[in-house]
């Protein structure tokens, strides 16, 4: 029997990846291992570019962007603060490597685990109309597009207005901690300045970007030197209003290791989850939490930009203009098809320095038989603990087959003897398989897997 499979990354099946002819027993390696991808970096020109509305007609006459507002909406009736934050989840993934949704990627260092992150939300927003987008239209819609869309209407939903949003981004599969160059809250506005411009974003739309913290929060941390060793002087900033200070402090004890309490970083407590021009009015009082955002009032680069915005009622408007060419830093190649969709928000591995760093989850397509490939079965496959590459084990979770007589969760999951549409045994081997296989139009990736009990 012949039996023809091809790797998807989650959710999306990538119809027109190239299927390859393998045999049963490779078969039987590639459940029980995630599967090892090569790391490409996606890089260079295209002629292409975002559009707005570049899902119409693409989605079995489904709207797109109309599922993932349902989805945003009904989160943000729930808990009103989710919107503070996708729209950060949005600029965390936009200011690194461009909107490529590789913020979403697992890995023992991927972007999530870099120290900005660590308190970045919206990730189950975004998995839940991924997973909406999947049943309308399987492999068509990015994940950097769904978090871009969810973003515009984090901010219409506050109270922001409605921008329209460009689309059409594909997903990356590079998601490095090192990688993550997020200015830091305690930067000077030069500072700021430079690392904004290495992105492409000049100093007006930064201080119209930082703008989106008039519905932020922050915890103690970022900001308890202000309120009693600003600048190692054992004094408060200065630049704080001292009714402030005086507040903060009981919510920030000097010594407490607890950081629980979320602060607004807009001090009009009428304006917390509204976007406004509020933000610029407080720290124009003194009243900016961290310091970065203080320092934009005070700061001649900047001061005058957030006069007029306070003063102004053009705010909505342009901050939803910003955000659009916040989505536009160095995009990837547009969307050319099934391959360039990532799902289930995986870091891929790194065959020639294999450190364990598995899929999580890993989707296959089987298809069995002469009239390949309307035969098929799905095996969804979450990885159990077990030894992998060089020793190193993945976390413990539950590993799901088709047949009814499996019966996970397995601590080390084991191949079946044989294959088929609906299997009645998986017997346990021993086995080292060498296991080829493709990701789309890219090379031909070869790795040797050998679990062990």
Known sequence: MDIFISSAFGYSQKKKEKEMKISAAVVAAAFSLAF??????????CDAALQQGFYKGKCNSQD???????VVKRRFNDKPRVAA???????HDCFVNGCDASILLDGDSSEKTAPPNLSVSGYDVIDEAKGLLEEACAGVVSCADI???AARDAVQLSGGGRYEVQTGR???????ASNVDLPSPRFSVSQSADAFAKKGIGLTDMVLLLGGHTIGFTNCSLFRDRLYNFDNTGKPDPTMDPLLVVKLRLICPRNSPADRTPVSLDQNLASTFIV???????IRLGRGILQIDQ???????????VASLANGNDFLARFGQAMVKLGAVDPQMVLSGDADITSDFLVPQ????ADGNFFTFTGMRVLIGEDFPTKFTILKASMAEFPALNGHSVSYDVLQFPAVSTNPPHTHPRPPSSFSLSPEAWNPVSWTQPTSFSRSRYKLVTCSSSPRD
């Open 85 to 91: 934050g996708l729209i950060r989840l949005f600029f």
């Open 147 to 149: 978090i871009a869309i």
């Open 170 to 176: 594909r997903d990356g599969s590079v998601s490095l």
């Open 350 to 353: 790194d065959v020639n320095n």
């Open 295 to 305: 320092a934009l009032a005070l700061d001649p680069l900047t001061n005058n930009t």
């Open 36 to 45: 090892s991808f090569i790391l490409v970096n996606f890089t260079g020109q």
């Open 276 to 282: 406004d021009n509020s933000f610029y009015k407080q």
């Open 64 to 70: 797109v962007e109309a599922i993932v507002a349902s």
